[in-house]
């Protein structure tokens, strides 16, 4: 379902809350252009993007420093916390050099970008070279377009931290609905392109956090439904000051309540059995993870004695009828093997080898040895 965008005087409180981190940008004190954007221009799937009313961590860049159009590169530069990768200082730093766009050079450079466009199509459809200066002065325009708005990508991605990828993936994925954004963005429609811009962004970093955030991959759709159970169940813990149940989400959400526990059981992360575990961190977490499939060690004391007491009670026989036991009820290598066989591999009848047999298990009843094996069954 596509999302349509309204724009309307009533309603610019609420959009002000929406795009909040955005108008900053803007250097200009016009009024938006009361414009509806067209299901077509959008294009964005509804089920991908976050609830606008999310609640997010937003102590990592302040936004007034970040989008504030006057703030020099080292402003930018040091509005991030120590101990961040040098690689975002750098980027923080070059992106501040770029100074943001005025309303009037943004449609200047938008209608750049069409003429490209047209001259691009018209080419084709003539079979034509498309002509060079325009094409030109067309990349050039998007590509100041899109690095005057790589602050607005920071300031929407690190919304996102904590989710199974890092803040530099995070722009990197923005930025790529950035360009996406500046490919598509018709400024004929009336708004701004930050306006427009903002949803690519978020489809994007949505998308990547769906399809990269997780050892085990969750459909997109899958992903945007634990976040709104998520979401509930928070709000639901600030009303009753306790954690809700699973019945209380499945009727704040009007779903059952095994759908709810089968997509908290989804949301489970899967942890590594290397991670350190106590303050020193010189134990992991492998160490107290019991085996399920190896013997505990009353059970290899146990099968050990009883091994003991088998060899013991078989000493009494020969050779020969000690070998037909151990083959007959695979004492040796777990496999028991029919009288055939056991003849066979001693050149005897299979007669023979069951003549034998009876023999052996007669001296093992009266033996006292093979008595005290009845222990071993309780």
Known sequence: MAISFIEKPKEQKKRSMLTSDIDLLETTTTEDTATDLDDDQLDLDADVLLDEDEEQDDDFIDDDELLNPHLDADAIAASVEAGVDDSLSWYLREMGRTP???AEEEIRLAQMMERGRLERESAELLKTAPDRHIM???EEAQRRLIEANLRL???IAKKYKGRGLTLLDLIQEGNSGLMLAAEKFDYTKGFKFSTYATWWIRQAISRAIANQGRTIRLPVHLVETINRTMRVSSRLF?????EPTAEEIASRMGTSVEHVQDLIKANQQPISLETPIGEEGD???GDFVEDSVAPSPTEVTTHRQLREQIDT???ILSDRER???QQRFGLL????RTLAEIGQELHLSRERARQIEARALRKLRHSKSCLQLKDFLD
């Not at 600030?238 to 306790?242: D, K, N, S």
């Not at 290598?333 to 028991?336: E, Y």
């Open 100 to 102: 943001l766009l005025t």
């Open 136 to 138: 030109a002065q067309a």
């Open 153 to 155: 990508v920071v300031s």
């Open 238 to 242: 600030q009303e009753l000051g306790r």
């Open 283 to 285: 134990n992991e977490l």
């Open 313 to 315: 009670a078989l000493s």
């Open 323 to 325: 070998y037909v036991i």
């Open 333 to 336: 290598d777990g496999r028991s």
